[in-house]
């Protein structure tokens, strides 16, 4: 897994680790990653953390913050309210941990498998962040605004970004909410901050990742399948997810096509 750094703005740095995005901030990380990708950022930072926030709660955004709590045990940690039960359910965190062993295994890297007991924080420890709520790819997803260097900070709420320049659209919850956040994040942000493939654009991107998400619910809605949507979307970076997650991101692609 090669690994990125990248002053973004004058407060904001990269940290590419493979796939997943890691974004500094001061004493702040945003997102977490896998436990192999985590692994390896907290080998090669250079500050301590004192707060973490986890945009959402999907495996690879979420598994690796048993890794860096452990490294910094006074770390704060801030999600969405609703993730406090989810990190509570077996089934939950079995499915998570096997995704992450997975995904680990396929760049040979070794999981490091992991319960999520933590303490989610008050966010008023966040100061120069604003959080902003933006509901869609998942229901309790969540960026993070600075009004003064005009950063946001999406994760997947503007979808996949491909290194090929391709847009996934991700509306695994809800295409109506989908569109309405992206919306949001263009009138408030300048610079998009995703979660994958060191993907920072401007906010124009916006209308990519809406044009994207039309067109691709068009198709479904045409008798685009869901086995024709799987061969499609399974391919570059998509191809090194588990192949049951790429799966039940077909299936739930089509079910929000066709109910909205
Ligand atoms: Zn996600």
């Known amino acids: 897994m090669d690994l990125e750094i990248r002053q973004i703005t004058d ?3 990269l940290v590419r680790i493979g796939l997943i995005n890691y974004f500094l901030f001061d004493s702040l990380l945003f997102d977490c990653g896998t436990t192999c990708t985590a692994l390896k950022l907290i080998k090669n930072l250079d500050r301590s953390i004192r707060c973490i926030v986890v945009s959402h709660a999907h495996f690879d955004h979420i598994a690796g913050l048993e890794v860096i709590k452990s490294e910094f045990p006074n770390a704060k940690v801030f999600t969405h309210e609703r993730i406090r039960g989810l990190v509570k359910k077996e089934k939950v965190i079995e499915t998570w941990n096997n995704e992450d062993r997975e995904f680990c295994d396929k760049f040979g890297e ?3 498998p992991f319960n999520l007991n933590f303490e989610i924080e008050n966010a008023n420890f966040l100061e120069d962040l604003k ?3 933006t509901p869609g790819h998942s229901p309790d997803a969540i960026s993070l605004l600075n009004e003064e260097e005009g950063f946001m900070l999406v994760a997947d ?3 996949y970004p491909l290194s090929s320049g391709k847009n996934i659209p991700m509306y695994f919850y809800s295409f109506s909410k989908y569109i309405e956040s992206i919306d949001k994040i263009r009138e408030q942000a300048d610079i998009v901050c995703l979660g994958h493939n060191g993907a920072i654009f401007s906010s124009e991107y916006c ?5 994207e998400a039309f067109k691709l619910r068009k198709e479904i809605q045409e008798g685009l399948t869901e086995e024709e949507l799987f061969n499609r979307i399974y391919k570059e970076e998509m191809s090194l ?7 039940a991101v077909a299936k739930l692609l089509v079910k929000r096509s066709i109910e909205e």
Request: net charge neutral; proline share 4%; hydrophobic share 45%.
């Open 157 to 159: 709420a503007l979808g």
């Open 207 to 211: 209308d990519v990742a809406i044009e």
């Open 241 to 247: 997810y588990p192949l049951s997650t790429i799966k």
């Open 131 to 133: 959080i902003i709520e």
């Open 11 to 13: 407060s904001l740095k």
């Open 110 to 112: 070794k999981a490091n």
